[in-house]
């Protein structure tokens, strides 16, 4: 059955109107939304938490899709991409975010790699948005062995964004924030592995967006995690940190968030553990409440309708 949701005031703002009977998805688990808006509709990717109950660990074989014109009534797109699209990847649907480039659609990811230990980003390529996709380069564009961590995850949670020179540039991290400039191709690296380290207590899920001249790179905080942001006047920074965006997302370590503007609209979409009896951290359920800004460009605080 769906959950009875309050609407929660923060820092003492009026309690919203719940804008799409979060959480937005129902009847599957889903998690790390990553939005994208193309010719009037919304896609929207995630990944697919199916641990059984009671199991905390994530079990994560695919990637789901949906869309929508209104943010409300969303269509789901038949199971377009899995693990096994990847043959040198061996488990786990972590987090990924698509982008169009000449009219071919990329979706990177985040898995686990099959015979280099750790995570790994690859990116799978489509002639549509709802796919099908496949493998675009036949391996990883980034493996655990290219930067400089321990951290066997460390290469997790890829965004990409493209700037208005035509430069794509692609985000990632767990740990420590890095980035790289992409070839014109979207499959290769162009040039050197930089590390963003102006970001008090980076966790992992960046997110690069563009709002009325300012580009932002959000990013989950601390652990359990809120989510913060940093401003530039540009996509390669440096980056000046603003504080927190989001608080924890009810019952769910996790938080995840992906910024999109559409029809008008600022909207912040993330997930959270609140589906009865089941859902939490490694049931995840992606939601979606409105964003707004300040004049002088920062975000005012996301007022959660779900915890
Ligand atoms: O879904 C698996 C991992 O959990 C993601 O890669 C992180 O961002 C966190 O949401």
Redesign the pocket.
């Known amino acids: 059955a769906a959950p009875t949701l309050a609407p929660t005031a923060v820092l003492g703002q009026a309690a919203p109107e719940p804008i799409a009977g979060n959480p937005i998805i129902k009847d599957k688990y889903t998690?790390?939304p990553a939005a994208f808006v193309h010719k009037g509709t919304v896609y929207l990717y995630a990944?697919h938490d199916e641990a059984p109950a009671r199991q905390e660990r994530?079990v994560?074989n695919e990637w789901l899709c949906y869309s929508s014109t209104d943010m409300v009534n969303w269509k789901e797109h038949l199971s377009p991409l899995n693990v096994k699209a990847f043959a040198w990847a061996k488990a786990d649907a972590?987090?990924s975010q698509v982008i169009e480039r000449n009219g071919k659609f990329y979706w990177y990811v985040?898995v686990e790699h099959g015979t280099i230990p750790g995570k790994a980003i690859g990116v799978a390529v489509s002639d549509s948005p709802t796919g099908p996709f496949k493998d675009a380069r036949g391996s990883a564009i980034i493996t655990n062995n290219m930067t400089e961590s321990p951290i066997s995850w460390d290469d997790?949670?890829p965004t990409v964004f493209i700037d208005d020179k035509g430069q794509a540039y692609l985000y990632w991290g767990n740990t420590n924030c890095h980035w790289a400039k992409l070839k014109p191709n979207m499959t290769e690296l162009d040039g050197p592995i930089n590390k963003v380290t102006t970001l008090p207590k980076f966790t992992?899920?960046p997110w690069i967006h563009k709002h009325n001249g300012w580009y932002y790179l959000s990013y989950?905080y601390q652990f359990p995690e809120k989510i913060a942001y940093a401003m530039s006047r540009s996509i390669e920074g440096p980056w000046e940190f603003k504080g927190i965006l989001n608080e924890v997302a009810g019952n769910s370590n996790?938080n995840?968030q992906s910024i999109i503007d559409f029809k008008g609209k600022s909207y912040f979409i993330y997930?959270n553990g609140s589906i009865p009896t089941d859902g939490g951290s490694f049931r995840r359920s992606v939601c979606i409440d409105e964003l707004y800004y300040n004049k002088d460009g920062t975000m005012k605080r996301v007022l959660m309708t779900t915890e």
């Open positions: 998690a790390d990944g994530y994560m972590w987090a985040a997790i949670d992992e899920a989950a996790t995840h997930h």
